[in-house]
């Protein structure tokens, strides 16, 4: 490999942006990891479990993390995004804007600043069901372990009691945005996805009915870092949960929505279905489903979830949910396709399965001729030396994403 090469960028810090950064760096190139968030990490730092293995992501992470702290051919920009993109494969030139967090390197993440801060937000990592202070860490084991500050919330100046107890002088509430400009050989956009909006569905009660929650808010309650210590518990009386239902594709498969299967919300659903069933032998879990798709190797963990006899499944869609006004239980209207009838079910709290909606979708700029219907990467589309891996490509579980990010690294390597 030619000494000159230019490094390669990588857009987006998730678990398929730095397994692309990392695989790149250790095979002799050299790669900028550029994250809109303060910092690493993606969706996957906020899963409880994976599945099939029911494994915490933690520690895969951090052996990441590890592998980012030593490779000195990686450098990490965070609060950063692309404003534009010139050039061609070989020679690319980005524009990137650089946002600030107020807290420079010299930050050891004692957590003084928060101690002292008088101001509250909320906590997007946990989905808004719990609060940080204007100056926080997304999480313990964030990396970089350095704390940001919320401009949004934040009284800078006409507070600044983070500023008085700081030993190290590590707050800086004068930063300012600012625009760095870089030269890359190629582009690898690892752009992740969101979930999609549960709101914008109307008959599923989502806004509605109090104990209405999504897949990716079970995966924060489930987890001892979570807004609720890992105690599985409903958002309306702090209740334990002990009838639980599912409701598959909420949003996917669906042309008023989104139109694509998801890949991986079956598998979802039945890994936090054993959540519940773990903590409490007595819970009763019910899935309610189109199809179950549990393609490969996944097929075993479908069997086995399937033979609990507190795990029912029910094949039909959940055509209404209302709220009992007295108990705040969930009314579910469901059709039972083996039945051939619709009947109503009463359960404690409902976990609707929502689909993966690519963040590639809302890039726009040169980015949006690049996209196919449902805003993921079309190969047909990208120019030379622009790539993308993992879920900005298609919807996909963490395994298949992380052999597409080292896929993609393959491609890069063979360019000029």
């Given at each position: 490999?030619?000494?000159?090469?230019?490094?390669?960028?990588?857009?987006?810090?998730?678990?398929?942006?730095?397994?692309?950064?990392?695989?790149?760096?250790?095979?002799?190139?050299?790669?900028?990891?550029?994250?809109?968030?303060?910092?690493?990490?993606?969706?996957?730092?906020?899963?409880?479990?994976?599945?099939?293995?029911?494994?915490?992501?933690?520690?895969?992470?951090?052996?990441?993390?590890?592998?980012?702290?030593?490779?000195?051919?990686?450098?990490?920009?965070?609060?950063?995004?692309?404003?534009?993109?010139?050039?061609?494969?070989?020679?690319?030139?980005?524009?990137?804007?650089?946002?600030?967090?107020?807290?420079?390197?010299?930050?050891?993440?004692?957590?003084?600043?928060?101690?002292?801060?008088?101001?509250?937000?909320?906590?997007?990592?946990?989905?808004?069901?719990?609060?940080?202070?204007?100056v926080y860490?997304?999480?313990?084991?964030?990396?970089?372990?350095?704390?940001?500050?919320?401009?949004?919330?934040?009284?800078?100046?006409?507070?600044?009691?983070?500023?008085?107890?700081?030993?190290?002088?590590?707050?800086?509430?004068?930063?300012?945005?600012?625009?760095?400009?870089?030269?890359?050989?190629?582009?690898?956009?690892?752009?992740?996805?969101?979930?999609?909006?549960?709101?914008?569905?109307?008959?599923?009660?989502?806004?509605?009915?109090?104990?209405?929650?999504?897949?990716?808010?079970?995966?924060?309650?489930?987890?001892?870092?979570?807004?609720?210590?890992?105690?599985?518990?409903?958002?309306?009386?702090?209740?334990?949960?002990?009838?639980?239902?599912?409701?598959?594709?909420?949003?996917?498969?669906?042309?008023?929505?989104?139109?694509?299967?998801?890949a991986v919300?079956?598998?979802?659903?039945?890994?936090?279905?054993?959540?519940?069933?773990?903590?409490?032998?007595?819970?009763?879990?019910?899935?309610f489903y189109?199809?179950?798709?549990?393609?490969?190797?996944?097929?075993?963990?479908?069997?086995?979830?399937?033979?609990?006899?507190?795990?029912?499944?029910?094949?039909?869609?959940?055509?209404?949910?209302?709220?009992?006004?007295?108990?705040?239980?969930?009314?579910?209207?469901?059709?039972?396709?083996?039945?051939?009838?619709?009947?109503?079910?009463?359960?404690?709290?409902?976990?609707?399965?929502?689909?993966?909606?690519?963040?590639?979708?809302?890039?726009?700029?040169?980015?949006?001729?690049?996209?196919?219907?449902?805003?993921?990467?079309?190969?047909?589309?990208?120019?030379?030396?622009?790539?993308?891996?993992?879920?900005?490509?298609?919807?996909?579980?963490?395994?298949?994403?992380?052999?597409?990010?080292?896929?993609?690294?393959?491609?890069?390597?063979?360019?000029?």
């Open positions: 490999m030619p000494s000159d090469k230019l490094p390669i960028a990588v857009v987006g810090g998730g678990i398929s942006g730095i397994t692309t950064a990392v695989e790149a760096a250790e095979t002799g190139l050299k790669a900028i990891l550029i994250e809109k968030g303060h910092w690493l990490g993606g969706r996957v730092f906020g899963m409880h479990r994976y599945f099939p293995k029911l494994c915490s992501p933690l520690c895969g992470t951090e052996i990441n993390f590890q592998r980012i702290r030593r490779n000195p051919d990686i450098t990490v920009i965070t609060g950063a995004e692309v404003a534009s993109i010139s050039g061609a494969d070989g020679d690319f030139k980005l524009k990137i804007n650089k946002n600030p967090r107020f807290i420079n390197s010299n930050c050891t993440a004692c957590d003084k600043c928060a101690q002292v801060c008088p101001v509250e937000r909320d906590d997007d990592f946990n989905l808004g069901m719990s609060k940080t202070k204007a860490m997304r999480h313990p084991m964030a990396y970089p372990a350095v704390y940001a500050i919320d401009p949004s919330v934040c009284e800078k100046e006409k507070c600044a009691k983070c500023v008085s107890v700081c030993e190290y002088g590590a707050i800086d509430l004068a930063q300012k945005p600012e625009t760095v400009e870089m030269r890359v050989s190629s582009v690898v956009y690892a752009t992740g996805w969101k979930p999609y909006d549960a709101a914008k569905i109307d008959n599923l009660g989502y806004g509605k009915a109090a104990n209405v929650i999504t897949n990716v808010m079970m995966e924060r309650i489930a987890s001892p870092s979570g807004p609720t210590g890992g105690r599985i518990l409903r958002p309306s009386d702090g209740k334990a949960v002990k009838n639980i239902a599912f409701a598959q594709c909420a949003g996917s498969r669906d042309e008023n929505h989104l139109a694509h299967c998801s919300c079956c598998l979802a659903s039945l890994k936090q279905v054993t959540y519940l069933r773990e903590t409490s032998k007595d819970s009763k879990a019910t899935v189109i199809d179950i798709r549990t393609p490969g190797k996944y097929e075993a963990f479908y069997t086995k979830v399937a033979a609990d006899p507190g795990v029912s499944f029910i094949k039909g869609k959940v055509a209404k949910v209302e709220e009992d006004p007295v108990t705040k239980d969930v009314i579910i209207t469901a059709e039972n396709v083996a039945g051939g009838a619709k009947k109503k079910y009463v359960f404690d709290m409902l976990v609707l399965a929502t689909g993966m909606e690519p963040n590639s979708a809302s890039l726009g700029g040169d980015v949006a001729g690049w996209l196919d219907t449902g805003g993921f990467f079309s190969p047909e589309k990208t120019p030379p030396g622009i790539y993308a891996a993992g879920v900005a490509k298609n919807p996909a579980d963490v395994s298949t994403s992380l052999m597409d990010a080292t896929a993609t690294v393959v491609k890069c390597l063979g360019g000029r």
